[in-house]
């Protein structure tokens, strides 16, 4: 079970961002195997935050949210994207 404080998971992980107060452009949840993939936009971010649930999520856009996540590249149809893997995420 992941910790309440975020300060504890990043002493531990020093690779490890932590943003707060982030509002949520857009929010979009789509299938993928037995998972629900779900991708953030944020304000003033140009990559997308993604994380994966069992079950689907309600909506998160225009919601503040507060994120930990790592740096991490995807390949698509033969190209490489910049994503944000979230690890932990909070409404504010």
């Known amino acids: 079970m992941l910790n309440n404080d975020p300060d504890k998971l990043l002493k531990k992980r020093p690779q490890l961002i932590h943003s707060e ?19 953030l936009m944020l304000s003033g971010y140009d990559v997308p935050f993604v994380y994966k649930r069992k079950q689907r999520y309600q909506n998160l856009s225009g919601a503040r949210v ?26 504010s």
Do not use: C
């Open 21 to 39: 107060n982030m509002k949520v452009r857009s929010h979009v949840q789509r299938e993928q195997d037995d998972w629900i993939v779900h991708t």
């Open 66 to 91: 507060n994120l930990s996540y790592y740096p991490s590249h995807q390949v698509t149809a033969g190209l490489e994207f910049e994503i944000m893997k979230v690890v932990r995420l909070r409404r």
